[in-house]
């Protein structure tokens, strides 16, 4: 990396301040930080309104609204991290706003612009800024909602709307080994359904079967296809991938699971590495006798599974430094966190 410019020399001279918070032992929790972003759609104008930052604190719902009454609701979720020099980089927002644009197409929801919702992430994480976490110690969870407020009695979408931003430092999504359990009894999506968007309904369907799961020592579990129950789709909330060799193979994502952004991201990482990367039906067959095996997600980022649990037979994959996993890890953190160069131009810098 070249040397710093004469702004950045002089960021470095300025001492952040910092929230009261003991930064080392964050888990992944809600922290309640100081301010949120509320903007509300205007049906007269076809538009969402301008919006403001506001205080953190609860919010008011008609009980007949539509995301209480009929789940007519959307969320993304997405980092800002702190520079060695103490400045603050956000990873790929724009993709959190064309996701949640077609998320809400699918729930019949208006949604704001990309240029709005990039806007209102800013304006969080800079009211916020407090609560990001010193270099290396942790992130700033930024959580946008998009909820359907109007009053419903009826199936029918909301007349009013509203898109919320809050933020949360947070730290490892998952600190021990992580130990899956292929369910076969319950799935989280099936064609034709909302597995691949965001979705507030694709969530709670999964507390029981994960219950289950941990209740007998596991991590999380790995849903398989609803049609044949033949092939694994992601877990409760990651992608997975498979190594075999030089070839590196992620499920395709067609419509029961989500695109998400850190995998997106693995993807072209890897075939810069040399890989040959795949989307395709995984049987689960291949998952036995895979070299490797990991999971991405924006809270996890990238994490190398140590084992997969099917029908008793258990199956344990290498997992440590030397691992593919743990490249990935580094080399995308790197760049999240301003240590390695960006070359791909996926961060954007906010003050």
Same mark, same amino acid.
């Given at each position: 990396?070249?040397?710093?410019?004469?702004?950045?020399?002089?960021?470095?001279?300025?001492?952040?301040?910092? /929230?009261?918070?003991?930064?080392?032992?964050?888990?992944?929790?809600?922290?309640?930080?100081?301010?949120?972003?509320?903007?509300?759609?205007?049906?007269?104008?076809?538009?969402?309104?301008?919006?403001?930052?506001?205080?953190?604190?609860?919010?008011?719902?008609?009980?007949?609204?539509?995301?209480?009454?009929?789940?007519?609701?959307?969320?993304?979720?997405?980092?800002?991290?702190?520079?060695?020099?103490?400045?603050?980089?956000?990873?790929?927002?724009?993709?959190?706003?064309?996701?949640?644009?077609?998320?809400?197409?699918?729930?019949?929801?208006?949604?704001?612009?990309?240029?709005?919702?990039?806007?209102?992430?800013?304006?969080?994480?800079?009211?916020?800024?407090?609560?990001?976490?010193?270099?290396?110690?942790?992130?700033?969870?930024?959580?946008?909602?998009?909820?359907?407020? &109007?009053?419903?009695?009826?199936?029918?979408?909301?007349?009013?709307?509203?898109?919320?931003?809050?933020?949360?430092?947070?730290?490892?999504?998952?600190?021990?080994?992580?130990?899956?359990?292929?369910?076969?009894?319950?799935?989280?999506?099936?064609?034709?359904?909302?597995? &691949?968007?965001?979705?507030?309904?694709?969530?709670?369907?999964?507390?029981?079967?994960?219950?289950?799961?941990?209740?007998?020592?596991?991590?999380?579990?790995?849903?398989?296809?609803?049609?044949?129950?033949?092939?694994?789709?992601?877990?409760?909330?990651?992608?997975?991938?498979?190594?075999?060799?030089?070839?590196?193979?992620?499920?395709?994502?067609?419509?029961?699971?989500?695109?998400?952004?850190?995998?997106?991201?693995?993807?072209?990482?890897?075939?810069?590495?040399?890989?040959?990367?795949?989307?395709?039906?995984?049987?689960?067959?291949?998952?036995?006798? /895979?070299?490797?095996?990991?999971?991405?997600?924006? /809270?996890?980022?990238?994490?190398?599974?140590?084992?997969?649990?099917?029908?008793?037979?258990?199956?344990?994959?290498?997992?440590?430094?030397?691992?593919?996993?743990?490249?990935?890890?580094?080399?995308?953190?790197?760049?999240?966190?301003?240590?390695?160069?960006?070359?791909?131009?996926?961060?954007?810098?906010?003050?």
């Amino acid at each position: 990396m070249g040397s710093l410019s004469k702004q950045d020399q002089v960021e470095c001279r300025q001492k952040a301040e910092y /929230a009261n918070v003991d930064w080392d032992e964050l888990g992944f929790s809600l922290t309640k930080t100081d301010y949120m972003y509320v903007m509300n759609f205007n049906p007269d104008e076809g538009k969402f309104s301008q919006g403001a930052i506001t205080p953190f604190a609860n919010i008011q719902l008609c009980p007949s609204s539509g995301i209480l009454n009929y789940a007519q609701g959307l969320f993304e979720g997405l980092k800002a991290y702190r520079k060695e020099d103490e400045g603050i980089l956000l990873f790929r927002p724009e993709e959190n706003a064309l996701r949640m644009n077609m998320g809400a197409d699918r729930m019949c929801m208006p949604s704001p612009t990309v240029e709005q919702f990039v806007d209102a992430v800013k304006k969080t994480v800079l009211a916020n800024k407090r609560w990001v976490p010193p270099h290396g110690r942790g992130s700033l969870y930024i959580r946008p909602l998009l909820m359907g407020t &109007g009053p419903n009695l009826g199936v029918k979408p909301a007349s009013e709307y509203t898109f919320l931003v809050y933020a949360s430092p947070v730290g490892s999504y998952n600190n021990g080994e992580l130990n899956l359990l292929i369910e076969d009894k319950f799935h989280r999506a099936t064609p034709g359904g909302t597995g &691949g968007i965001k979705a507030v309904t694709n969530y709670s369907p999964v507390y029981k079967p994960l219950t289950q799961a941990k209740a007998k020592g596991f991590s999380d579990v790995l849903f398989l296809d609803a049609l044949s129950g033949s092939h694994i789709e992601e877990g409760s909330a990651c992608n997975i991938f498979i190594l075999k060799g030089n070839v590196i193979s992620t499920p395709t994502a067609d419509g029961t699971i989500l695109p998400g952004i850190t995998r997106k991201s693995i993807m072209e990482l890897a075939s810069g590495f040399g890989y040959q990367v795949e989307e395709r039906a995984l049987p689960i067959e291949e998952v036995f006798d /895979a070299g490797e095996v990991f999971c991405t997600g924006t /809270a996890m980022v990238v994490k190398s599974v140590a084992s997969i649990t099917y029908r008793g037979k258990r199956i344990e994959y290498k997992t440590g430094a030397d691992t593919l996993a743990e490249k990935l890890h580094a080399t995308l953190t790197g760049i999240q966190t301003g240590l390695n160069e960006d070359k791909l131009g996926w961060t954007m810098a906010i003050h």
